[in-house]
């Protein structure tokens, strides 16, 4: 219902603007059989926050699409609610940036002791501006966790390049340790959502008596697949392009996506 939705009331009300999360993008082009196929003559832009939405989607809507600019924006509901955004003539050349500051705020990447890091280390971004909360309601232990000298610390961590866009490597709680080596499970997933049949990809960490834990793939399918060839596919890729300790010992197939109602994950 909601594909056919999105593709018909942006036509019948002529929008020149469309907001979506990760999901939507995900579903309108892996689950719509006609939304690529369709041509959208009033539609002018999209935007995508709420989460971080993979590069193959992204190159994917930018090559359907190429005259709607795809703006990719980052925030928290903490900073009422946009930190950053990239530009849609940046998109493929920064493909995977959450962009820079937007104006009045700024951006840092502070390692565990609160040090600005250089180019191309990771540490945990934290933002000061206007646009920042006072606190949380009537919660002064999480505020004092969250807010240290007016500063937001947001729990994600990236790292920039030298021209001074961020990256988004994890989000802090996500890091998985595998045999006492970090993973970063966002890394995993993009491989395994070059596999055309696959839809959406979550790894996370199960308790494993060896290695402290170990990785299992929550694969959302499109279609009516193989599962036994579609998990050699993925593991062909996944060998191709990642380190052993890398590769998800455990995968969990299903045919639909699990959301929200904002539509996230």
Known sequence: ????????????????GF???????????????T?????????????????????????????????????????????????SYLPPDLVIEKLGSIGRAIPGVTLLILDEFGNELPV????????YGG?????????????????????LHTGDLAKKDEDGFIFVVARE????????????????EEVILTVPEVVDCTIKGIY???????????????GVVDENEIRDKILKGCKAK??????????????NMSIKPTGKK
């Not at 959208?40 to 935007?47: A, I, K, Q, S, W």
């Open 120 to 127: 191309g280390k990771v540490g945990e971004i934290v933002a």
């Open 242 to 255: 990642l380190a052993l300790y890398k590769i998800p010992q455990i995968f969990d197939f299903k045919f």
């Open 208 to 222: 494993d008596d060896i290695q402290g834990e170990a990785l299992k793939a929550y694969v959302v399918l499109e």
């Open 1 to 16: 219902m909601f594909l056919g939705t999105v593709i018909s009331d942006l036509k019948t009300y002529k929008c020149t």
């Open 35 to 83: 939304f690529k196929e369709t041509t959208f003559p009033d539609l002018r832009y999209v935007t995508q926050a709420g989460g971080k939405l993979h590069n193959v989607f992204i190159e994917e809507f930018v090559k359907t699409f190429p005259s709607i600019k795809f703006y990719v924006m980052y925030g928290q509901t903490e900073a009422t609610a946009r930190l």
């Open 19 to 33: 907001s979506g999360v990760p999901s939507h993008y995900q579903m309108l082009l892996k689950k719509s059989k």
């Open 131 to 151: 646009n920042i909360m006072s606190g949380y309601y009537q919660d002064p232990d999480t505020t004092s966790k969250t807010l240290m000298n007016g500063w």
């Open 173 to 188: 709680k996500e890091i998985i340790k595998v045999g006492g080596k970090r993973v970063r499970p966002k890394e995993i």
